[in-house]
């Protein structure tokens, strides 16, 4: 695992950006696997500015999101399609045939994970982004999910709904459930970009950086991987000796 320590919230951006970048450029048809959260907006910011720019174009790149909630439509800006399409898709020139978001249809969700499920068993995703929970949770896979999980619903904690309350109006509105592609799914990318930056990731980026492996801690997962970036801050890591 490959610690990159950042000033603030702005570099790690443009350094997630740029990897990602540089990722585009020497293979233009890159499959991604993309995030939602706080954590990539900087990200997609610099990659929307790359594209601008004229450095890169998504003309042939293909995206798989990690994730999305239950119950809520798509066209609710709290839905992590709104969320892409806002923050990234609507400002490059992506196929929408190559964008790949799960949606948990509720009349039929044991069939929407099936068929996210099979999508990803025939793709290798190049980069996956990623955030990382309060509670080491990756795209929506819980403490205590089994590091051979493939894409299934989730019941969301309490903890989980507490820290994604303040998208939504209050916490009665945030989704109880979400879709999630499994940890197998996640770690079978070619390399893992993780951004964690401020305060109060401080506490995950300290258990991450413990080493232990343990399905209580979701992200620890990824040191069994043997590609894996963070990219941090100094207030992320304020709680480790380094
Ligand atoms: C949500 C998403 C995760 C994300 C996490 C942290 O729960 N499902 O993929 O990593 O929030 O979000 P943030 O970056 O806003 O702290």
Redesign the pocket.
């Known amino acids: 695992m490959k610690i990159i320590r950042c000033k603030n919230y702005e570099e790690a951006s443009k350094v997630a950006g740029n990897l990602i970048s540089e990722a585009i450029q020497a293979k233009p048809d890159i499959v991604l696997g993309l995030?939602?959260?706080?954590?990539?907006i900087g990200t997609y910011q610099k990659l929307i500015q790359d594209y601008e720019d004229k450095k890169i174009t998504f003309e042939q790149v293909k995206t798989y999101n990690?994730?999305e909630y239950v119950g809520i439509g798509r066209d609710c800006p709290q839905s992590?399609y709104y969320f892409m399409n806002d923050n990234l898709f609507n400002h490059v020139d992506i196929k929408k045939e190559n964008i790949h978001i799960p949606y948990a249809n509720p009349e039929q969700l044991e069939e929407s994970c099936k068929h996210y499920s099979e999508e990803l068993d025939k793709t290798v995703v190049d980069i996956q982004l990623?955030?990382?929970?309060a509670n080491g949770?990756?795209?929506?896979n819980e403490p205590k999910t089994s590091f051979e999980q493939k894409t299934f619903i989730v019941n969301l904690t309490e903890k989980?709904r507490e820290?994604?309350k303040r998208f939504f109006n209050s916490i009665d509105e945030v989704p109880t459930k979400?879709i999630?592609m499994g940890i197998a799914e996640i770690m079978k990318a070619k390399k893992i970009i993780l951004?964690a930056t401020g305060k109060?990731?401080a506490e995950a980026v300290k258990r991450l950086l413990s080493k232990e492996v343990t399905t209580d801690f979701p992200a620890s997962a990824l040191h069994l991987h043997d590609d894996v970036v963070v990219v941090t801050d100094d207030e992320a890591l304020s709680l480790v000796n380094c």
Do not use: E, V, W
């Open positions: 995030a939602t959260g706080s954590s990539p990690l994730d992590y990623l955030g990382i929970g949770h990756i795209g929506f989980t820290d994604n979400a999630t951004i109060n990731k």
